[in-house]
């Protein structure tokens, strides 16, 4: 590792008190060694991983880590602060900062190398020879293993899956792994280690498989069959799933597999004993076929109407923030200006700071300037979701294109399922080694957009921006009975998984509208908000006018409900559904379609996207609104409240004395 630290990236008095302070300290030594190009750039990247998920570890270890197109070498640099930063570990700050630098193409050997440092640190003599040493050189040659460190006890290495086999005598239980995160660096590894270290202490067998950023070598399908059990210790999709269907699994976080893997493995041998067993869909994954971005088998192919969920999910909850920003802003904008300042001349050429108008003015062109991307984030992240970061660019420009041929949001979910098909056929052709580290960075970006934007232009955008006009004007014409039955269908999608996929693609369905706003997509766009606000509502009244019908925390949870359900959070009644759910979802579905009809019977309409009650006066027909909203709850309190008592009747034998000394279920 002597290319990776030297003695110059080494601080044992770092005096930084904050985690970023701390980065740039430690990248300002990278740049003095030529190893980073720009510093701000970076740092900047730096801080997008950390926003992913905190990088600090228990044992007082701080890895802020990244891949980034600013680093011209793999680099590592340590630092030791003698106050302790916080890294957001659950034990406290860290004293041990390792900042990893790696080139956005860095090859396997580097990335094998940064994996080996991440399974040491789980190694406490090695940290306390870290805390101990008193010069930088030899601290650097202690992390490049040139200073003798002592050994893990026994230290048997970690089972990858090219070097495992079934064994013929096998211990008392056999586990295997799989341990990834976002970028594949440090977390893959030091949780594998770390699983593997508590297996050896509890005379388990554990298997991993790290699917880190230098690929990964699948477990032999022998070893797979021959487990008890399994863990998934990750922060990104395990790739193919499949291969583990019909075994106990234990499903977490990546942190989770560094800071208890003992407890991992023991929930994994309890849910052997019971027989638990995994709901791993049959086509997600093949045994020995590749799925997903990699291929996908037949199995795979015969389930695509599930992996297209997944896609599709994946879009639309990396655009819901440019949903609730922009469209919260253009709201407000009207709430001060009124809907003339969608005409107002550009901030930039004419403001006034004492006029309520030019205000009003700027947060509209703010907002809708946020609004701009909700159609290329969406199309971005459906091809990320399916091909990963390479297809981020011909998705983004396919989202684009969609908008320029006025496509709209339809073409938006076409550019990003062509972006992410696009790649995966690219990312199936072999190339030889010397060209692998610049085509995630520049060949399959180039050739992805150069074939997406012929296909949106040439191909699929005319088509689609006649069948999204034709959408539009469907919903402009939608009135009487038909404009009531899409506001039921709408509050049963709204209403049956509570934030899940349907409700997400009815979500999805309304904001689209906004993007070209008529007087029928803001009616839907009511009927949907309307409706996804009665199941928390429903549940917070149903536990305070029958409170024995619910537990304790379900009263309690009733009581946070209220809240949720006013802020359309629809979120907010999935405790109830989760713990009753015969009974608590088809109610709340009847109370959501209730809502929705009759929001679209009365023609109610918003223009804000989100906000609950608190938008009411952007609203058109706001009383009758809150009419719906409040009619819908009723419905779906009444149904939970005689299901539920029904049910508390029966569990009663009648005639049979309960201990309040009433006899229940006695007719006269």
């Known amino acids: 590792m002597s290319e990776l630290i030297t003695a110059e990236l080494v601080d044992l008095d770092l005096s930084a008190a904050t985690k970023d302070a701390a980065a740039r300290s430690l990248a300002e030594r990278m740049v003095a060694a030529h190893r980073v190009t720009d510093l701000d750039g970076f740092l900047a990247d730096v801080a997008a991983r950390e926003a992913q998920m905190p990088t600090g570890l228990d044992g007082g270890i701080g890895i802020p880590h990244c891949r980034s197109e600013h680093v011209s070498a793999p680099t590592l640099a340590f630092g030791r602060s003698a106050r302790g930063i916080d890294f957001g570990a659950a034990d406290g700050p860290a004293d041990l900062i390792f900042l990893i630098a790696a080139p956005a193409g860095a090859d396997d050997d580097h990335l094998t190398i940064l994996s080996g440092l991440a399974r040491r640190l ?45 064994a013929e005598d096998a211990a008392p239980f056999r586990i295997v792994a799989v341990t990834s995160c976002p970028t594949g660096i440090a977390h893959t590894y030091m ?35 021959a487990a008890d059990a399994v863990i998934w210790a990750h922060d990104v999709e395990v790739r193919e ?29 309890r849910k052997a004993e019971r027989g638990e067993i995994a709901a791993v869909p049959q086509g997600e994954g093949g045994d020995g076929a590749e799925g997903g971005a990699d291929g996908g088998s037949g199995a795979d192919r015969a389930h695509f109407g599930v992996r297209l969920r997944t896609y599709l999910m994946s879009g639309v909850s990396y655009m819901v923030p440019f949903v609730a920003a922009g469209g919260l802003l253009i709201a407000l904008s009207f709430a001060i200006g009124g809907y003339e300042v969608a005409d107002a001349k550009s901030v930039a050429d004419h403001f006034v700071w004492g006029q309520a108008d030019s205000w009003a003015a700027l947060l509209n062109q703010i907002g809708s300037a946020a609004f701009g991307f909700l159609v290329p984030v969406l199309a971005g992240y459906i091809a990320y979701g399916m091909a ?37 056929a690219i990312q199936r052709v ?61 509050g049963l999608m709204m209403c049956f998984d509570m934030g899940g996929p349907l409700n997400k693609v009815a979500y999805a ?18 009927a949907v908000m309307a409706a996804g606000m009665v199941p928390p509502l429903a549940l917070a009244l149903a536990t305070a006018v029958r409170k024995k019908l619910f537990t304790k925390t379900e009263r309690e949870n009733g009581r ?109």
């Open 191 to 225: 949780a594998a280690e770390s699983l593997t270290a508590a297996g050896r202490a509890e005379g388990v067998e554990v298997t991993v498989e790290t699917q880190g950023s230098a690929g990964f070598s699948k477990l032999d399908p022998a070893v797979i069959a």
């Open 388 to 424: 990963d970061r390479p297809a981020l660019v011909p998705g983004f420009v396919g989202g684009a294109i969609a908008l320029t041929v006025e496509a709209g949001f339809l073409g938006g979910l076409v550019a990003g399922l062509l972006a992410g098909a696009v790649v995966m």
């Open 560 to 668: 946070a409900a209220w809240v949720l359900g006013a802020s359309f959070i629809t979120e907010g009644a999935i405790p109830f559904a989760a713990a009753d759910p015969l009974r608590v979802i088809p109610s709340v579905m009847a109370g959501g379609a209730v809502t929705g009809a009759l929001s679209m019977a009365f023609g109610c309409t918003l223009r804000a996207p989100h906000g609950g009650v608190f938008v009411v006066p952007l609203i058109g027909e706001p009383f009758l609104y809150l009419l719906a909203i409040g009619a819908g709850t009723l419905v779906a309190t009444a149904l939970v409240v005689l299901l539920k008592g029904a049910r508390r009747t029966a569990a009663v034998p009648a005639g049979e004395v309960t201990a309040a000394g009433a006899r229940v279920g006695v007719t006269a």
């Open 509 to 526: 369905f309304a904001v689209g509208g906004l993007t070209d706003p008529t007087d029928g997509s803001l009616k839907v766009m009511a």
């Open 122 to 166: 789980m190694d406490p003599e090695f940290t306390a020879a870290l805390r101990a040493g008193d010069d930088p050189g030899t601290v650097a040659a202690l992390i490049r293993g040139e200073e003798p460190a002592p050994e893990p006890e026994a230290a048997t290495p970690i089972r990858t899956a090219e070097e495992a086999a079934p």
């Open 430 to 490: 072999p190339v030889h080694p010397t060209l692998r580290g610049i085509m995630p960075v520049l060949v399959i970006p180039l050739i992805a957009s150069a074939v997406v934007g012929f296909l949106m232009f040439i191909v699929v955008g005319k088509p689609i921006a006649a069948l999204q006009s034709a959408l539009t004007d469907w919903l402009n014409g939608l009135s009487g009975s038909n404009a009531v039955i899409l506001g039921v269908v709408l």
């Open 241 to 269: 799933k499949g291969r583990f269907r019909g075994k106990p699994l234990v499903d977490v976080g990546v942190k989770a597999g560094i800071n208890r893997p003992a407890e991992l493995i023991a929930e994994a041998r």
